[in-house]
């Protein structure tokens, strides 16, 4: 019964998204007000029945609905509860829906937080939203229905994918939507101001905070899968290149372009035409994700269960979405009028070649991610692209987008001279030149690839640092700096602070693989290690061998560590759980292998030693946070009065 | 005609991706085919005196199963192997692969065996010999002993019509 009310919602949402996609579009062509009111209570409307067929996905799930195939599939009645409650969004189906979720989420967001723009605008952003939510609704229901019975049903279920139970997994996938889904709103943004023609600095400024919130949510879900992947994949390492990562990775780099672009558009008025052709990238990156990772064109370790009608239906919606969105684009673009001249030597020349520079990046990333389907698909044998590939295109690249960026945010709109701002910033590139060069020699000897992360790290710390100094010289004072101002700063400083986090990992992590019996030990990085056995563990859905390591340091135990083997229940799948003394300077992790001998109760033991690898996090933390307190700046909610204003005088004169 | 690159660019991505759903991207050719079967010698699972090895097969056409009993997907794939040995007469040798709980003569007697021989290979060695990557996988095996086919993950009667029947038709089985 339950899962029936479910199916029921979500096709109400569905006829919900129709009506919010077809009145107010036709409304806002024809100037027809009514229609175009239909806008908000219908993408309210439609986020309510999601969210009623949601709750019903998590009943199911909670109650152990072996009938509903969706439940057999990822759960199990051993399965502890908020595993359960996870499992609704671990599979396919599950995370389509909260993927539709979402994007009624933001559609009903945008329905409320747009008092302050022109009706045919809001229902030209809410009527493209809907037309999203149509073809991801429909997808759901004609391919993948959450709510699928299963009958005769089995005594009980296959379980969620081991992998997944870790708390990481409970809030990546949500936050990683939120992100993709959040470019929904620049993408509609963009296509109501391509459809109504007007193109103008107040458009950037309605999409900036929309962009900035979604990219932070994007960073948030980023930064947990890596956090999880580190500490649950039992390689200790933190990005593999995988095309599932890449595919998130994509959209960030196109969404972090975008933001910067946004910013030229609203402050001078300047490269609009790229600005939406961006914003257009980014959401269809955000597509082109979801079609790789469930479509099973490419091979990932992570991909959810494929199937190729699945592919079929999401190619031939990003076709219609994407190819309509560029149709429009190339008949519109030409209409718009660039204003804002500036010289090569301005902030606008500096934000344009980090756009480039990191939309080449994102070129090469896709390039990598899609190199073995290409190949595939001119019958040129079959390969695959790894690690080195991204990092020996991806690093060069990047580094002279870390330079810019410390000089950008300093330089003046429109023009600036270049010994002006030689003199300014002398002293910090002498100072982060000569640290970043000697830093290595203070670790292990002459090292280039170390210099040069830490020379962007001191080199972006310090131009921050310069950005307020001369601020507060300039008469202001801490308290008066608008929060876009020190959004920036903070993203700016948390990328440095994870710069220099990921070149000390990168460069002086150490690593052992040992074979290690009852009572030995090994030594790696100043610590001695010592396997003291293992012992049966049983979890509630698994059964474990517990490895006891003691890690102490000139003869002083510091840390009892407890890897786990784990095997479990209902899948039979293996997993290793590693254990991990966490500290702000370093992390010390240690995995089980496989048993060696049974006799002699010997293991195969990964040891590692991560320095500073928290570093990355606290980075990345820093950096979101700075997204959310730029889309809160004060400057976004006075427009609102500004334009409030007049109409109030208005009835007054009335 | 600038304006129209975006969109040039999306139909060409769009062209390989139609192409890219037909392909596999998991079927890795193997660089076992057409070489002999790799040897071993291995105890026979229920008959510990006995020992089988794929010299035995000679002059037969026969399919190598890599199974294991903790593995789902050869349970899945177990009722076809049972119809295929009862109805088809094909030959085919269960090689257990790291059965390390010993469950393996205890499923076949409770499930049925469709195997002719099922060498023990609790060290996982002979898989490894053969490229195994995970259970279940199948090998075509001709009369001479060279491997000429490999199939990744349980076989389903769709599969068996398409790839295996083919291809045992050819070698003559």
Known sequence: ?654 | MKRWIPLILFAVLVGFFAKGLFLNPREVPSPFIGKPAPAFTLPVVGAAEQTFSPEEMKGKVWLLNVWAPWCVACRQEHPLLMSLARDRDVAIVGLNWKDKDREAARLLAQHGNPYVAVPDDLSGKAGIDYGVTGTPETYVIDKSGLIQMKHVGPITPEIWEKKFEPKLKELGA
């Open chain 1, 1 to 654: 019964m339950i899962p029936e009310l479910g199916h029921f919602a979500i096709i109400i949402a569905l006829l919900l998204a129709v009506t919010q996609a077809v009145l107010p579009l036709v409304g806002a062509q024809r100037g027809n007000l009514t229609l175009m009111a239909v806008a908000r209570p219908a993408a309210q409307g439609q986020f309510v029945f999601l969210i009623i067929a949601y709750a019903c996905l998590v009943y199911s799930f909670l109650v152990n609905d072996f009938t509903v195939e969706n439940v057999a599939r990822n759960s199990f009645s051993q399965l502890p509860e908020v595993y359960r409650i996870t499992a609704s969004w671990g599979s396919h189906e599950g995370s389509l829906l909260v993927w539709v979720l979402m994007l009624a989420f933001w559609g009903a967001a945008v329905s409320v937080f747009s008092r302050h723009l022109p009706d045919d605008m809001v229902a030209r952003v809410i009527g493209v939203m809907g037309l999203i939510s149509i073809g991801f609704i429909a997808f759901m229901l004609f391919t993948s229905n959450p709510f699928e019975r299963l009958i005769p049903a089995p005594p009980d279920g296959r379980d969620m994918n081991p992998l997944l139970q870790d708390w990481g997994m409970i809030i990546h996938p949500p936050m990683l939507y939120m992100g993709y889904v959040g470019f929904a709103v620049a993408f509609a943004f963009a296509i109501a101001a391509l459809l109504s023609g007007r193109l103008d600095a107040a458009w950037a400024r309605w999409s900036r905070p929309w962009t900035t919130v979604a990219w932070a949510f994007l960073t948030l879900g980023i930064v947990l899968g890596s956090w999880w992947a580190y500490r649950e994949l039992g390689w200790g390492g933190w990005w593999f290149w995988d095309p599932t990562e890449n595919a998130s990775f994509m959209p960030w780099l196109a969404g972090t372009a975008l933001i910067h672009s946004l910013a030229v558009s609203e402050k001078r008025g300047a490269f609009k035409a790229w600005t939406v052709l961006l914003a257009l990238t980014t959401f269809s990156l955000s597509l082109l994700g979801t079609f790789l990772v469930r479509s099973g064109v490419l091979s990932s370790v992570h991909a959810f269960a494929t199937d190729p009608a699945r592919g079929a239906f999401i190619l031939g919606f990003l076709a219609v979405v994407i190819g309509g969105s560029l149709i429009l684009y190339a008949w519109r673009a030409p209409k718009m009028i660039t204003g804002g001249a500036f010289s090569w030597f301005s902030r606008e020349a500096m934000l344009l070649a980090n756009n480039v520079i990191l939309l080449a990046a994102m070129g090469s990333v896709l390039l990598g991610t899609l190199y073995p389907l290409l190949m595939d698909a001119l019958g040129m044998g079959k390969i695959s692209v790894g690690p080195p590939y991204f990092n020996a295109v991806f690093v060069p690249l990047m580094a002279p987008a870390l330079f810019l960026l410390g000089v950008g945010p300093l330089m003046r709109w429109k023009g600036d001279s270049l010994p002006d701002i030689a003199t300014r910033l002398k002293w910090a590139l002498a100072v982060a030149v000569v640290t970043g060069f000697a830093l290595p020699f203070t670790l292990e000897g002459f090292n280039p690839w170390a210099s040069l992360g830490f020379f962007l790290a001191i080199w972006i710390i310090l131009t921050v640092l310069i950005g307020f100094r001369e601020r507060l010289k300039h008469g202001a004072r801490l308290s008066s700096l608008p929060r876009g101002f020190w959004g920036m700063q903070l993203a700016h400083f948390g990328l440095a602070w994870g710069i220099a986090g990921m070149t000390l990992v990168a460069n002086y992590e150490q690593e052992k693989d040992v074979r290690m019996n009852v009572g030995e030990h090994t030594t790696l990085a100043g610590y001695t290690f010592t396997f003291k056995g293992t012992t049966e563990h049983d979890g509630p859905n698994y059964r474990a061998a517990r490895g006891t390591v003691e890690v102490s340091r000139d003869g002083k135990l510091l840390r009892t560590l407890h890897p786990e083997k784990r095997i479990y229940n209902a899948s039979g799948m293996p997993m290793t759980e590693a254990a991990v003394d966490y500290s702000l300077t370093s992390d010390i992790y240690v995995s089980l292998g496989e048993p060696l001998d049974d006799e002699a109760k010997a293991w195969a033991v990964r040891v590692y030693h991560k320095p500073f690898i928290n570093w990355m996090w606290f980075g990345a933390t820093l950096m979101i946070l700075g997204g959310f307190l730029a889309a809160s700046d004060r400057r976004y909610r006075i427009a609102v009065k500004k334009l409030e204003a007049p109409a109030g005088s208005q009835g007054a004169a009335a």
